[in-house]
Each structure stands twice: as C-alpha cells, then as structure tokens.
C-alpha cells in the first residue's frame, strides 16, 4: 500500500495555516473550543479505537524507532504542550518514524508519527515543538474522527459504531472497499475546521513557552518558500504556492500576537536538544520489536538465506577491500586477506566506495542517509539526514562523502554540502525531458517516489574525479524533440572554487552520451554518432589519446590499471575492457568485480570472496564473509 493511501486513510497530513489572532488580547490560556459543525459519530473512547486500527495497518510500513530513550525526549515536548489543551479522554503517543520525507502526521485517538528527517532538520526545540503543537491540534479538533465519519458513510454507508470489535470490523470493511470505492477516501474540505486545530495548537505552543515565530522560519526552510509569501496580487492570477500562503498565515499569527503572548528570547541552542537529535540521526537497529500473533512455532534458519554481493571495490592504497550486499558492508584487508569488520545497514544504500585517502568508507540510502566509517578505527564516524524538500530524481555522492548531487523534480541541477544541508550550487532547468521521459519520470514517482526521496533514475550522466576535484554532469537530448531538449549539454565545476570549467566539444560529447573517470586526469568517454570513435581523452582538455569502440553507459574505471568494467557484456554481467589491447579480456557471471594490478577480486560460486592474480586467474587466497539475510538487493532490484 502507498503511502498517499496510507495518509488518507489516517484522514491527516502535516498542514500548516493559521487564522488571525490579532483582535484576541490579551494572552491566556486557551478557552474551551467551540464544537465542530460536522457530524463525528466516535467518542472519545471510539476515537482511541480507530487509532488502534489505523496504526495497525500503517505501522508495519514504517519502520517505527521504538527506543525508550529517543522517545522520551519527543513524548517531553508533547506533555508539555498537551498540559495547555482541553482536557479529553484521547491516548496521546507519540513515535519516531523512518521517513523518506521531514514530516509528521497522526492518525485518530492520539498517536502523533514524526520522522526521523523532521527531527535531523529542526535547529532547536522550538521548531520541533511548534510542528507537533499544530498536529495536536488537528487531536483536540478530532478532525480525524470527522473525516472517517463522513467516510464511513459515503462508502459503508455507516452511521453509527459500538464496540472495539465494531470499529475494527468497520474500519476494515473501509480499507476492502479501497479499491472499489477510490472516490470516497478524497480528504474533502481539507482547510475545513483548521480554525479549531490552529488555535488549539497555536496557544498551545505559546503558552508552553515556546518561540511562535520559529514555526514560520521552519516551514520556510522546510518547504523551500525561500521567505516568499505571495500577495493579493499573485493570489490574483493563481501564481502564489500553496507553500508561500502558508507561510504568509503563519508569518501574520505570529506577528498578530499580543506582546505577552511572545517569548521574551528568540529560541535557543539547546546542548540537550542537539545531543538528543544527534543520538536520533545515529540511531541503528531493529527499531520496532517484534510483535507476532497466532505464531504455533518459530524457528531460525540455519545458515541465513545468502545475500549477493553487488559493489566490490579496492581502496585508492590497494590495502583494503569492501564487499557490499543488499545487508551491509564487509570491510577486509588485502594482506592477509581477511574480514575486518562489517557495518550492517538497514536501510536500501546505492554503491559505497573508498575515501581517495583509503581511512573511509562513505555510502548513502535512497532516502539520502550519509554514512563515512573510518577504515583503521572500524567505527562509524558520522550520518546525516539529508532533506531535499521535493526529493531527487537522480543523485550522486563525492568520493569523501562531502557533497551530494540531486537533479530534482523541477529539473534543476543541486550540489548539497552534506554536513549542514546547504544548498551550495544550483543549475535551473538543467535537464529537459522530451515527452516520452516524462511519462516514464511520472509513473516512477507515483510508484516508488512516496517511499523513498531519490529515485535513482538514470536520466544524466553525472561523476565526481576521484579527488572530489571537479564535478561533471550531462546528457544527449533526442533530435526529435529539439523543442525541448538542447542537443549535447555538459556542464563541469571545480569543486574548490564553485566555478565553471570551460570544455571543449569532444568533452562535452562524451560527457552527454556516457563517460567515466580513469584517475583524476583521463575519462572514457562514449560518441553517440559513431560508437567506434568513442575515446580515452585527456580532461578537461579533451585531447583525445586513443579511439575505441564503447557503447555501454554503465561502466567504470578499474581502482588500479588500464581496465574498464562494463556491466553486462553479451550473457555475462560484467565484462574487463583491457584498454591498451581494446578488448574484452575478461568475463564474469557475477557482476562484482575490482582490479588493483596486478590483483583483482571476485566473489566466487560458493559465496566467498576470491582474490587473484589478473594475469592467469590464479587464485592466491580466499575469505569467507559472514552471512547475512537476504536484504533489498536479493530480490535483483538494479541501480546501474
């Protein structure tokens, strides 16, 4: 199930707007509501019932963090808002959740779901508070129990429910019906009733001493309005974002409030809120505990299911090696070959590699969590959450793990300093799609964009030089479709100074139809025109230094030697290009392979790894890593 049907069947989504206070003086504790005008067949006690039924169908598609520790902090800021809304028989709960998004919602009877991305985003405690006072308030409004009312009728024809069973029984009768009935879980009216959630939530917060005006600074950050807040002017012509009135309502609260209603000090830099929202960021393991029901027998398998390794690779030195599966990684040496240490991952991560100093490894998640582990240490030396606020279509990390590329859905081109999440450089419309690509974006992203931020799809042709030195990113547009696409576009920065590199047209060619780096100063590079004048050139410069026939995007360069590794080559899944003979030299069944001359490293049928000498496939010594449970990549998902 999608999360978009998830979030309507929990009838709630974060939704920010707040009404004028500005005639309400002075500042007290908020007065008793005034009832919803819409019908809501649940009390109080039936509320609390749904949530039950809700939360067990969303839950098990999250991975909920159920950490005592983390969230008692969360459950702290709750009770200290709660403490200042009208009393009611509602279970409040709060959880932290894995999402690929900075969000929370709720779902009816209490239970208040806030991302693990929301908390990384959040400079203080006010920011957080001010997100999870206005969902609250959607609690004290009960608009989720209105909502499943109104849906209750229009698709069971429901009007009334009784017991706990009833409910359960009623709200699956709702979820069976999704299928048939699509139009009758449409959140109508959604900025109905804000009124009630927004004041509770708005003095809710001020009254617990928090800072308002961080709120609107939040959303600002979060929703990329940029401090744009439209006017009756754009409103007008329909230019103004929804993202921009909301700001602007939010802005006009806060300022409308009464002077004693205002924080004296604008929020703070707590050490307790930083240290909390690191120990969240870190945060590794099962996250919810097992919960089985109607289970006669368990057991373990013995051995675990095998995971394939997909991502073998050399450090820069040649000392180490890492063996990357759908589980995590193995990190070993190379003399004596043999397994270091293994860093288990729970998320689905793209291909992790070496530092260009060998002492880290770095590798992100398709929800763009970035991970760097020193080598010598076997520790985790730092994660980040990156927040891309309408997520990425395409990315690419720097070979230290510093910076992230991601072409985003209005096409334009990012580089993201990982470290504070900054956005350091931007290329407007930097891709073009002609109409064919477009479709194949969009049914994408409403098959796969709601779980994770980054779709990995192959869209440009984009790399880093080895020594995060330059950055380079291009594509072919088709000639039918030269309205809207510029025939070769090529685009190369230093990444020292954020400048453009000028590069002649054979570079631009080649970085436009598929290229990659060998070493810092040479890339192979693919002619679209004529595949058997596609070349080795020297960059930026673009002299060519010998033609060879290349036709396949996906390949890259060998750690050490004159070698490329092409992923597939006829029946096999990757091929060694020896560049100085231009031919296949080498097949493999398996597509994970690296070469450190005069070595290279392949898993072997049993499972082990093997390491051999290139010149006559001899094996010189073999290690066995340790088993793992087949995780995402077992089921051949491909990120070439």
């Known amino acids: 199930m999608t999360r978009t049907k998830l979030f309507l069947l929990a009838c709630l989504l974060l939704t920010i707007t707040f009404p004028n206070f500005a005639q309400q003086q002075p500042c007290k504790p908020p007065v008793p509501l005034p009832n919803p005008t819409e019908p809501n067949i649940f009390t109080d006690e039936q509320e609390v019932y749904l949530g039950d039924a809700v939360a067990e169908h969303i839950q098990r598609n999250y991975k909920v963090i159920e950490d005592a520790e983390l969230t008692a902090y969360l459950k702290g800021i709750g009770e200290r808002l709660t403490k200042h809304l009208p009393l009611n028989r509602l279970r409040f709960q709060f959880f932290l959740v894995d999402l690929p998004d900075a969000n929370a919602f709720v779902i009816p009877g209490g239970r208040i779901f806030v991302s693990r991305k929301l908390v990384a985003s959040a400079q203080n405690e006010d920011e957080l508070a001010g997100v999870i006072a206005h969902e609250l308030g959607h609690l004290v409004a009960h608009q989720g129990a209105i909502d499943t009312t109104r849906t209750f009728r229009e698709v069971l024809g429901v009007t009334s429910v009784t017991d706990r069973r009833d409910v359960f029984d009623k709200y699956n009768q709702m979820i069976e019906n999704l299928n048939r009935k699509p139009g009758g879980f449409k959140v109508q009216d959604r900025e109905k009733g804000q009124l009630f959630a927004d004041q509770a939530g708005l003095y809710a917060l001020v009254a617990a001493g928090y800072d308002v005006a961080a709120m609107a600074s939040f959303w600002d950050r979060i929703a990329d309005t940029q401090g744009k807040k439209g006017s009756w002017f754009s409103d007008l012509f329909g230019t103004t974002r929804p993202e921009q009135k909301r700001l602007r309502e939010m802005s006009k609260a806060a300022d409308a409030m009464p002077p004693a209603c205002r924080q004296q000090s604008a929020a703070t830099q707590s050490d307790t809120f930083k240290q909390w929202q690191a120990k969240v960021v870190a945060f590794s393991g099962p996250g919810r505990k097992e919960s089985l029901h109607g289970v006669i027998s368990k057991q373990q398998l013995s051995p675990p299911l095998l995971s394939d390794i997909y991502n073998l690779r050399f450090s820069p030195d040649g000392a180490y090696i890492l063996a990357e599966d759908?589980?995590?990684?193995?990190?070993?040496?190379?003399?004596?070959?043999?397994?270091?240490?293994?860093?288990?991952?729970?998320?689905?991560?793209?291909?992790?590699?070496?530092?260009?100093?060998?002492?880290?490894?770095?590798?992100?998640?398709?929800?763009?969590?970035?991970?760097?582990?020193?080598?010598?240490?076997?520790?985790?030396?730092?994660?980040?959450?990156?927040?891309?606020?309408?997520?990425?279509?395409?990315?690419?990390?720097?070979?230290?793990?510093?910076?992230?590329?991601?072409?985003?859905?209005?096409?334009?081109?990012?580089?993201?300093?990982?470290?504070?999440?900054?956005?350091?450089?931007?290329?407007?419309?930097?891709?073009?799609?002609?109409?064919?690509?477009?479709?194949?974006?969009?049914?994408?992203?409403?098959?796969?964009?709601?779980?994770?931020?980054?779709?990995?799809?192959?869209?440009?042709?984009?790399?880093?030089?080895?020594?995060?030195?330059?950055?380079?990113?291009?594509?072919?547009?088709?000639?039918?479709?030269?309205?809207?696409?510029?025939?070769?576009?090529?685009?190369?920065?230093?990444?020292?100074?954020?400048?453009?590199?000028?590069?002649?047209?054979?570079?631009?060619?080649?970085?436009?139809?598929?290229?990659?780096?060998?070493?810092?100063?040479?890339?192979?590079?693919?002619?679209?025109?004529?595949?058997?004048?596609?070349?080795?050139?020297?960059?930026?410069?673009?002299?060519?230094?010998?033609?060879?026939?290349?036709?396949?995007?996906?390949?890259?360069?060998?750690?050490?030697?004159?070698?490329?590794?092409?992923?597939?080559?006829?029946?096999?899944?990757?091929?060694?290009?020896?560049?100085?003979?231009?031919?296949?030299?080498?097949?493999?069944?398996?597509?994970?392979?690296?070469?450190?001359?005069?070595?290279f490293v392949a898993e072997m049928r049993n499972g082990q790894i093997g390491l051999y000498k290139l010149e006559k496939n001899e094996i010189v010594a073999t290690a066995v890593v340790p088993n793992n449970f087949a995780g995402p990549f077992a089921s051949g998902r491909s990120f070439s």
């Open 326 to 599: 759908g589980a995590g990684i193995n990190v070993l040496s190379r003399e004596p070959f043999a397994v270091l240490f293994r860093i288990n991952s729970d998320f689905e991560n793209y291909y992790a590699n070496f530092s260009p100093d060998s002492k880290e490894i770095v590798f992100y998640s398709d929800n763009l969590r970035v991970e760097r582990w020193s080598v010598p240490e076997a520790r985790r030396l730092d994660v980040k959450e990156i927040v891309v606020p309408k997520g990425c279509l395409q990315t690419e990390l720097s070979p230290d793990g510093k910076l992230l590329a991601c072409l985003d859905l209005e096409y334009t081109l990012n580089l993201i300093q990982v470290a504070t999440g900054e956005n350091v450089w931007r290329k407007k419309e930097f891709y073009a799609p002609d109409y064919w690509t477009w479709l194949t974006i969009n049914s994408e992203w409403q098959q796969r964009g709601e779980d994770s931020t980054d779709l990995n799809l192959a869209l440009l042709h984009m790399h880093f030089s080895p020594d995060g030195h330059y950055f380079v990113a291009g594509y072919h547009g088709s000639l039918q479709f030269r309205r809207y696409n510029r025939g070769d576009v090529g685009e190369v920065l230093d990444i020292t100074t954020m400048t453009k590199v000028s590069i002649p047209d054979s570079i631009k060619r080649f970085i436009a139809s598929g290229f990659t780096f060998i070493g810092n100063d040479r890339i192979a590079g693919i002619n679209h025109e004529n595949f058997k004048k596609s070349a080795i050139a020297k960059f930026p410069s673009g002299e060519v230094l010998t033609e060879m026939e290349l036709w396949r995007p996906t390949m890259y360069a060998a750690t050490r030697g004159d070698y490329l590794l092409i992923r597939p080559v006829k029946n096999y899944a990757l091929g060694v290009m020896d560049i100085k003979t231009k031919t296949i030299s080498k097949v493999n069944e398996r597509a994970a392979l690296d070469i450190f001359e005069p070595f």
